[in-house]
């Protein structure tokens, strides 16, 4: 290893100007877990010392055990180079009014002792409960009233991130899962970045810490303690195992090895060379080693060709990690620690609820738009067996049209609307069996059948697309759906 000494890079996230590498106090959480809280000035003086070192952005969140509060503990500590401070807020699906989410920004500045959180991230746990743009859109008001600094949202898939920003929420982020195991964010996430100008931060870079020399070789743990490790695990099984994930690890030592580097910094390396990426997150245990030496020498040398040719070889004997990214959050299967999300929430409640229609036997569901007691009919209605979802728009409250402009923003808004529908009436996505759709202008057909691909892809069902003159409020689409279930 070369004993020059470097400094972590730095780039512009709004009007923020940040570390490339920022320090994750996820672990306070796991240290905490047994009901021992680390003394805040103690944990103060483990974050100076990253400081010191140039590691001056940290990324923590409102479950992260004290993390938050020891953060506030450095703030107040004052000095001519103030540390950055980022959070985020991850309330259970309800309702987002405007003092859920002023309460829910208040906490985080009250933890953190401040008049201004400097990046505020936003994560909702299923889409089909659309209180998330509510919710984003206080956010957006408080940023604007200088509660935040900056705002960013975490775990967000393509296309949601498409129907916030067409929606005009102003992200500058967004925080997901990106390493050389878990390849999902270099696709379609990284191509709306590109368009957008939203960068991204790459949390389990490291993979846990399995991306290290430490687990060169190794046979596979048995048993595992850490719940970061435990998370982790379960992406390496899912890209194809152990013996795979040594390929991809024997080409890094080999790289590392190249560049006097550590397999760590190359596996960072790797992560911060895609240019929709403005920072990958480091997980600091406070009390333990630093390691800030060894982070900062990924900012000292690039993967040349024959480099990325090695890594590719070693990706190609992979398997994709399913889906997009923050799937793992929203669908089976549950890539975190626990293999569901029984470590975040106790349930995700149904946006709506089931009623009796007016045939015995069969049930409805009413959304509460004022246009089904004007034009007298149901969000869906379930006859027996079979599940009829009216024809839907991208409408938000009673009659907000959400991304204007945006075909396939406006189309998956509706899906998820109909997908709650359906799940009300104990149905899910693989038992549709038509949908039909009617758009304005032909020249969206690529962008709307793309949105109604990521949902029904696999599924298949029957479908109709046709252009027709116009429809009501002037929305690009509307779709309709029908589901059967087993007899």
Same mark, same amino acid.
């Given at each position: 290893?070369?004993?020059?000494?470097?400094?972590?890079?730095?780039?512009?996230?709004?009007?923020?100007?940040?570390?490339?590498?920022?320090?994750?106090?996820?672990?306070?959480?796991?240290?905490?877990?047994?009901?021992?809280?680390?003394?805040?000035?103690?944990?103060?003086?483990?974050?100076?010392? $990253?400081?010191?070192?140039?590691?001056?952005?940290?990324?923590?969140?409102?479950?992260?055990?004290?993390?938050?509060?020891?953060?506030?503990?450095?703030?107040?500590?004052?000095?001519?180079?103030?540390?950055?401070?980022?959070?985020?807020?991850?309330?259970?699906?309800?309702?987002?009014?405007?003092?859920?989410?002023?309460?829910?920004?208040?906490?985080?500045?009250?933890?953190?002792?401040?008049?201004?959180?400097?990046?505020?991230?936003?994560?909702?746990?299923?889409?089909?409960?659309?209180?998330?743009?509510?919710?984003?859109?206080?956010?957006?008001?408080?940023?604007?009233?200088?509660?935040?600094?900056?705002?960013?949202?975490?775990?967000?898939?393509?296309?949601?991130?498409?129907?916030?920003?067409?929606?005009?929420?102003?992200?500058?982020?967004?925080?997901?899962?990106?390493?050389?195991?878990?390849?999902?964010?270099?696709?379609?996430?990284?191509?709306?970045?590109?368009?957008?100008?939203?960068?991204?931060?790459?949390?389990?870079?490291?993979?846990?810490?399995?991306?290290?020399?430490?687990?060169?070789?190794?046979?596979?743990?048995?048993?595992?303690?850490?719940?970061?490790?435990?998370?982790?695990?379960?992406?390496?099984?899912?890209?194809?195992?152990?013996?795979?994930?040594?390929?991809?690890?024997?080409?890094?030592?080999?790289?590392?090895?190249?560049?006097?580097?550590?397999?760590?910094?190359? +596996?960072?390396?790797?992560?911060?060379?895609?240019?929709?990426?403005?920072?990958?997150?480091?997980?600091?245990?406070?009390?333990?080693?630093?390691?800030?030496?060894?982070?900062?020498?990924?900012?000292?040398?690039?993967?040349?060709?024959?480099?990325?040719?090695?890594?590719?070889?070693?990706?190609?004997?992979?398997?994709?990690?399913?889906?997009?990214?923050?799937?793992?959050?929203?669908?089976?299967?549950?890539?975190?620690?626990?293999?569901?999300?029984?470590?975040?929430?106790?349930?995700?409640?149904?946006?709506?609820? +089931?009623?009796?229609?007016?045939?015995?036997?069969?049930?409805?569901?009413?959304?509460?738009?004022?246009?089904?007691?004007?034009?007298?009919?149901?969000?869906?209605?379930?006859?027996?067996?079979?599940?009829?979802?009216?024809?839907?728009?991208?409408?938000?409250?009673?009659?907000?049209?959400?991304?204007?402009?945006?075909?396939?923003?406006?189309?998956?808004?509706?899906?998820?609307?109909?997908?709650?529908?359906?799940?009300?009436?104990?149905?899910?996505?693989?038992?549709?069996?038509?949908?039909?759709? $009617?758009?304005?202008?032909?020249?969206?057909?690529?962008?709307?059948?793309?949105?109604?691909?990521?949902?029904?892809?696999?599924?298949?069902?029957?479908?109709?697309?046709?252009?027709?003159?116009?429809?009501?409020?002037?929305?690009?689409?509307?779709?309709?759906?029908?589901?059967?279930?087993?007899?």
């Amino acid at each position: 290893m070369t004993d020059t000494v470097h400094r972590p890079a730095r780039t512009r996230l709004g009007g923020l100007n940040i570390a490339r590498t920022l320090v994750g106090l996820w672990q306070v959480a796991d240290i905490e877990k047994d009901g021992a809280v680390i003394d805040p000035d103690t944990g103060a003086d483990h974050l100076a010392a $990253y400081v010191r070192a140039g590691f001056d952005t940290f990324d923590m969140a409102d479950h992260y055990g004290s993390a938050e509060i020891i953060a506030g503990r450095l703030l107040s500590r004052g000095g001519a180079a103030r540390p950055l401070a980022f959070t985020k807020w991850c309330p259970p699906p309800g309702p987002m009014t405007a003092d859920v989410v002023r309460a829910g920004v208040q906490d985080r500045l009250g933890r953190l002792g401040v008049n201004r959180v400097d990046l505020l991230q936003f994560h909702w746990w299923s889409f089909q409960h659309p209180a998330w743009l509510d919710a984003l859109h206080e956010l957006s008001a408080l940023r604007d009233a200088g509660l935040i600094g900056e705002l960013g949202v975490t775990n967000f898939d393509a296309a949601h991130l498409r129907v916030a920003l067409a929606d005009g929420i102003p992200l500058v982020s967004n925080q997901v899962s990106f390493s050389m195991v878990d390849r999902r964010a270099a696709g379609a996430l990284s191509d709306l970045c590109h368009e957008t100008g939203v960068r991204l931060f790459a949390y389990g870079t490291l993979c846990g810490g399995f991306l290290s020399e430490k687990w060169l070789g190794a046979p596979d743990p048995a048993q595992i303690d850490d719940m970061s490790k435990r998370k982790y695990r379960r992406f390496i099984e899912t890209a194809g195992g152990w013996d795979v994930f040594q390929g991809i690890l024997r080409a890094a030592d080999r790289i590392a090895r190249k560049h006097g580097v550590s397999v760590s910094n190359v +596996a960072s390396r790797w992560v911060l060379g895609h240019g929709s990426v403005a920072a990958t997150i480091i997980g600091a245990r406070l009390g333990e080693n630093c390691h800030s030496d060894d982070n900062a020498r990924l900012f000292s040398f690039d993967l040349d060709s024959e480099d990325q040719a090695l890594l590719n070889t070693a990706f190609a004997r992979s398997h994709p990690v399913p889906g997009d990214c923050g799937d793992e959050y929203r669908q089976p299967p549950f890539l975190t620690a626990t293999g569901d999300l029984s470590d975040h929430l106790d349930a995700i409640p149904l946006v709506h609820g +089931a009623q009796p229609s007016v045939r015995p036997g069969d049930t409805c569901v009413l959304s509460g738009s004022q246009w089904e007691d004007i034009a007298g009919y149901a969000r869906a209605q379930r006859v027996g067996n079979r599940i009829l979802v009216s024809g839907t728009t991208a409408t938000a409250g009673a009659d907000r049209m959400v991304a204007p402009g945006d075909a396939g923003a406006q189309t998956t808004y509706a899906l998820d609307k109909i997908l709650a529908a359906l799940q009300a009436l104990g149905s899910r996505p693989g038992q549709v069996v038509r949908t039909r759709i $009617y758009i304005t202008d032909e020249v969206d057909v690529m962008a709307i059948s793309r949105a109604h691909g990521r949902v029904f892809g696999q599924i298949k069902p029957a479908n109709t697309l046709v252009v027709v003159a116009g429809l009501i409020g002037g929305y690009k689409v509307e779709i309709e759906a029908e589901a059967v279930l087993p007899d």
